[in-house]
């Protein structure tokens, strides 16, 4: 089973920025697509954004705008970059990745989560 990692996360200022990375822990052949999610405490996890192999993007409406999803297929790395975050930001955020196994199977897995807390 191909693990997924996330790093990243931390305790930042209301209106400061945070940078999240993820990746596989073991070599993998592709990421076909990735999304961000996040559960704050006492609420359900919801959707982030999403990206393609290609490229193509999918945001919360909420979360537009401040919120950028990229990736660098080379690597197989995917980032979420957060701009002017809010208290209300704070939460445990989760990475999915599917692709394809070195060994051609796919995979699909979600990460252990990295906690983000904005707050002064």
């Known amino acids: 089973q191909v693990q997924v990692v996330e790093s990243g996360g931390g305790l930042v200022q209301p209106g400061g920025s945070l940078r999240l990375s993820c990746t596989a822990s073991?070599?993998?052949?592709?990421?076909?697509?990735a999304t961000w999610h996040r559960q704050a405490p006492g609420n359900q996890r919801e959707y982030v954004a999403g990206?393609?192999?290609?490229?193509?993007?999918n945001y919360a409406d909420s979360l537009k705008g401040r919120f950028i999803i990229s990736r660098y297929n080379a690597k197989n790395m995917v980032y979420l970059q957060m701009n002017s975050l809010k208290p209300e930001d704070t939460a445990v955020y989760y990475c999915?990745?599917?692709?394809?196994?070195?060994?051609?199977?796919?995979?699909?897995?979600w990460g252990q989560g990295t906690q983000v807390t904005v707050s002064s």
């Open positions: 990206i393609t192999y290609g490229g193509s993007t």
């Open positions: 999915y990745l599917d692709g394809y196994t070195m060994e051609g199977p796919t995979f699909g897995s």
């Open positions: 073991e070599i993998i052949l592709s990421i076909e697509r």
